[in-house]
């Protein structure tokens, strides 16, 4: 009889490095591998507990001073579209959506250059080669999606798309600048959502959501927001609630951090056999 081991990952931390996102601060990542038969039960459970995937690593922000990146995910039972997000969905109708493998194309590249030349030129994906973008988009251990919008000018939009036992999660999106006025960012997360709710799943995750972040704001415009704060999904409240999370004494250790980490098989703290 063959008996599997629990899992058992190992976590590492990254050096600082400047805050995207909230500036004068340093940012740093804990984070573990990605691989083997169990990568797609380990992604799934980290997933629920703030943790994002790039390529074959999982991480999360762990910063020295400041706790403010929380995870963002859409409760799909609880959305509502507002009436300019109606709008949203009316000015993209023309738009179809396709479902492909993660591969990376030259039409992809090509649009994803175009993205980040007009929207991002100074960000830490700007240099990003054919290469990088090829190994970004098929580097995946697990369920993944790219999902293409086109229309007759050919590919406007794309997003990767991880599929998870009780949602998907939006890894990357990009757009054809050219769309700015149609707001393509807001159109794929409403488009996932629907994506989700025909495939019965409950969540949309979307990253991360950083109070006092303008980049970040544009999140707060969805009902049925939940983040991932103090060690449990939670309703958002009102931003500024959030303000504190800035707070150097909001950030735990790194070891009592990964101490309450749950793991796939793993047993709650206490419990005994």
């Given at each position: 009889m063959r008996?599997s081991?629990?899992?058992?990952?190992?976590?590492?931390?990254?050096?600082?490095?400047?805050?995207?996102?909230?500036?004068?601060?340093m940012e740093?990542k804990?984070?573990?591998s990605?691989?083997?038969?169990s990568?797609?039960?380990?992604?799934?459970t980290?997933?629920?507990?703030?943790?994002?995937?790039s390529?074959?690593?999982l991480?999360?922000?762990?910063c020295?001073?400041?706790?403010?990146?929380?995870?963002?995910?859409i409760?799909?039972?609880a959305?509502?579209?507002?009436?300019?997000?109606?709008?949203v969905?009316?000015r993209?109708r023309?738009?179809?959506r396709?479902?492909?493998?993660?591969?990376?194309?030259?039409e992809?590249?090509?649009?994803?250059?175009r993205?980040?030349d007009?929207?991002h030129?100074?960000?830490?994906?700007?240099?990003?080669?054919?290469?990088?973008f090829?190994?970004?988009i098929?580097?995946?251990?697990?369920?993944?999606?790219?999902?293409?919008?086109?229309?007759?000018?050919?590919?406007?939009?794309?997003?990767?798309?991880?599929v998870?036992?009780d949602?998907?999660?939006?890894?990357?999106?990009?757009?054809d600048p050219?769309?700015?006025?149609?707001?393509?960012?807001t159109f794929?997360?409403?488009?996932?959502?629907?994506?989700?709710?025909?495939?019965?799943?409950p969540?949309?995750?979307?990253?991360y959501?950083?109070?006092?972040s303008?980049?970040?704001?544009?999140?707060?415009k969805?009902?049925?927001?939940?983040?991932y704060?103090?060690g449990r999904?939670?309703?958002?409240?009102?931003?500024?609630?959030?303000?504190?999370?800035?707070?150097?004494?909001?950030?735990?250790?790194?070891?009592e951090?990964?101490a309450?980490?749950?793991?796939?098989d793993?047993?709650?703290?206490?419990?005994?056999r």
């Amino acid at each position: 009889m063959r008996h599997s081991l629990p899992l058992a990952p190992q976590f590492y931390v990254t050096a600082p490095q400047p805050c995207p996102y909230l500036e004068g601060r340093m940012e740093r990542k804990l984070f573990t591998s990605l691989q083997g038969d169990s990568a797609e039960q380990l992604n799934n459970t980290l997933s629920k507990q703030g943790f994002r995937r790039s390529q074959n690593v999982l991480y999360r922000p762990s910063c020295a001073d400041c706790a403010a990146c929380l995870s963002a995910r859409i409760d799909v039972a609880a959305f509502t579209a507002s009436k300019s997000q109606r709008r949203v969905l009316k000015r993209n109708r023309h738009l179809q959506r396709r479902a492909t493998s993660p591969w990376a194309t030259e039409e992809q590249y090509a649009l994803f250059r175009r993205y980040l030349d007009q929207r991002h030129a100074d960000g830490g994906m700007a240099d990003m080669d054919v290469f990088e973008f090829a190994a970004m988009i098929e580097e995946t251990p697990i369920r993944s999606r790219v999902v293409e919008y086109v229309d007759d000018s050919g590919l406007r939009a794309a997003s990767l798309t991880d599929v998870l036992d009780d949602g998907v999660s939006m890894v990357y999106s990009f757009y054809d600048p050219e769309m700015e006025r149609n707001s393509p960012g807001t159109f794929l997360i409403l488009d996932h959502i629907e994506i989700a709710r025909q495939a019965g799943l409950p969540y949309v995750y979307l990253g991360y959501w950083v109070p006092g972040s303008p980049k970040m704001g544009y999140k707060c415009k969805f009902s049925g927001l939940e983040l991932y704060h103090e060690g449990r999904w939670q309703k958002m409240r009102q931003p500024a609630e959030y303000d504190a999370t800035t707070h150097p004494l909001k950030s735990d250790p790194i070891a009592e951090q990964v101490a309450n980490i749950t793991l796939p098989d793993a047993r709650a703290p206490g419990s005994r056999r």
